[in-house]
């Protein structure tokens, strides 16, 4: 055994674990500085990771969500990896009826129970650990604000493929109405046409956020100084504080960044006001600084990747310096087959006519299923809407929607009920498990191609299509793998949109094999 693999968490390795771990290793020792790993659900990706890290040193694990972060936690906290969330997750000593952040914002001085916080304890810990596990959003937070972290041997990616999405969440910014209201400005916000016009603009509107800072800054340590401290105050003006911080270094991004590239910006008007909103075309001038300078190994794993070329484009990364692997899928064709129903196109021009049929199909695959539980990708609301009010009336009961409002409710919901429940929803393509009898069928409505609605997309999607195709077909198999999550499991696939052969047929490269070869001619 190589002693790589000496470092395996588990007794037995699952098919293609250990040949998987080896190469992976072999590439970092050959002086890749990257490797991206295609590795499907099933693949014990989670295992492969703690291996590498507890071979290469202290090791950054980052995942996408909490949930991912506990999975690991609750598996391998024995192994030497220690969890780390944000102050809001833990509960304050100090004051006892709050959170370790609104702690924060109450106090007047230094914390007099900094020794027993619970924070900055788990903090300690983290830091000295074999593997530091947290998720991007905390990540990306220090990175931009704290800088506390030191660098290690390797960073794990888990869940790449979202890294575009949180990267611009921690640079784009915003205008809003309200936002300007509070800097003293009562004027419309200017509809010019380049950014450039835009940079005097956002320029006197950051000398108004320093202003409105030091004001802050004088009321927080007025406060500090009364007899009597208002703590709800306090804690509100530290709040406003962070926020004046968080765009004065966005804002200071963006104007550093605006001549070497390309930012968008999109204003937009609603009943409470109008809204302007910057972001950069493509994060790959941010990574670098954000992401990878906090080890000399970065490894990239997600369960759809559909090749190293657009993933590298996208974030930066020369391909030279990288190497891509791809893990066969272990799970039976025959368990998850999937079903063309050719109901019709489904692009803009033609969905209004397609729709019927939709609802027509998707009542026969209703009755199919009468016994189970199921997910349908709306794409969208309106598609959303459309189906629960044009399904048969037997099924209507059946059905469970939601809006922007309510997903992660709807979605308990869905779960928890042993009823035939069907989920309709355009935004859980991702991140979803629903093994085992919480789904036996999805239904993917359209092609998940990206809205056009926003200038950004749109914009990207003219200079560079192939990342817009390859985004839709990412999307499009996360949307059919939510479902089919063990060996052992099976769930019955169908796509509606009868564009999809085509579209995978321009975009094989994109696809898994197993996706390829679990369709039924």
Request: neutral net charge.
């Amino acid at each position: 055994m190589s002693e790589v693999l000496k470092c395996f968490p588990f007794k037995t390795f699952r098919k293609h674990q250990q040949e998987t771990i080896e190469k992976v290793q072999k590439h970092f020792e050959s002086e890749k500085e990257y490797v991206i790993l295609e590795s499907p659900t099933g693949s014990g990706k989670s295992g492969i990771a703690v291996c590498l890290s507890l071979f290469n040193g202290n090791s950054f694990l980052l995942t996408s969500q909490k949930v991912l972060q506990d999975q690991y936690w609750n598996d391998f906290s024995n192994k030497g990896l220690h969890l780390l969330k944000g102050k809001s997750n833990y509960s304050c000593v100090n004051f006892g009826n709050c959170d370790c952040a609104e702690g924060c914002l109450r106090i007047t001085k230094k914390c007099p129970m900094r020794d027993m916080c619970i924070y900055e304890l788990e903090k300690k810990k983290a830091m000295n650990s074999k593997i530091l596990l947290t998720n991007y959003s905390y990540y990306l937070h220090v990175m931009e604000y704290a800088r506390f972290l030191q660098p290690r041997a390797l960073t794990i990616f888990d869940e790449s493929h979202n890294l575009e999405q949180h990267v611009f969440s921690i640079v784009e910014f915003s205008f809003s109405s309200y936002w300007l209201s509070k800097l003293g400005v009562v004027s419309k916000i200017p509809e010019y046409q380049t950014v450039q016009e835009y940079v005097y603009w956002v320029q006197e509107l950051l000398s108004k956020i320093e202003t409105l800072k030091i004001q802050t800054e004088s009321q927080i340590n007025f406060i500090k100084d009364s007899s009597s401290i208002d703590l709800v105050l306090l804690a509100n003006l530290k709040k406003e504080m962070e926020a004046l911080e968080s765009q004065s270094n966005k804002i200071n991004k963006f104007l550093k960044t605006y001549e070497s590239t390309e930012w968008i910006f999109d204003l937009t008007d609603s009943k409470v006001g109008n809204k302007i909103t910057f972001k950069p075309l493509t994060i790959a001038s941010f990574t670098k600084d954000l992401l990878f300078s906090m080890s000399e190994k970065k490894l990239l794993m997600s369960a759809t990747i559909g090749g190293k070329k657009n993933l590298c484009k996208t974030l930066g990364i020369n391909e030279d310096e990288c190497e891509y692997i791809s893990v066969p899928s272990s799970f039976s064709n025959d368990r998850r087959p999937i079903f063309l129903t050719k109901s019709g196109n489904m692009s803009h021009s033609k969905i209004e006519s397609t729709l019927p049929k939709v609802a027509e199909d998707i009542n026969t695959i209703l009755e199919h299923h009468s016994n189970e539980k199921g997910l349908i990708h709306s794409q969208s609301y309106k598609i959303q809407n459309y189906i629960k009010e044009n399904v048969a009336e037997v099924f209507k009961n059946r059905i469970i929607t939601h809006d922007s409002t309510d997903r992660t409710s709807s979605l308990a919901e869905f779960i928890k009920s042993n009823k035939p429940k069907v989920l309709v929803t355009p935004s859980m393509t991702d991140g979803i498990d629903l093994k085992d009898d919480l789904a036996r069928f999805i239904v993917i409505v359209k092609i998940p191609y990206l809205f056009l609605g926003d200038k950004q997309i749109k914009r990207r999607m003219e200079i560079d299509p192939e990342w817009y195709r390859w985004k839709a077909a990412l999307t499009l198999v996360q949307a059919a793998g939510r479902a089919m999550r063990h060996d052992n499991d099976h769930c019955t696939i169908y796509i509606m949109d009868s564009g999809i052969k085509w579209f995978i047929k321009q975009n094989r490269d994109y696809f898994p094999e197993y996706f390829i070869d679990s369709i039924q001619n």
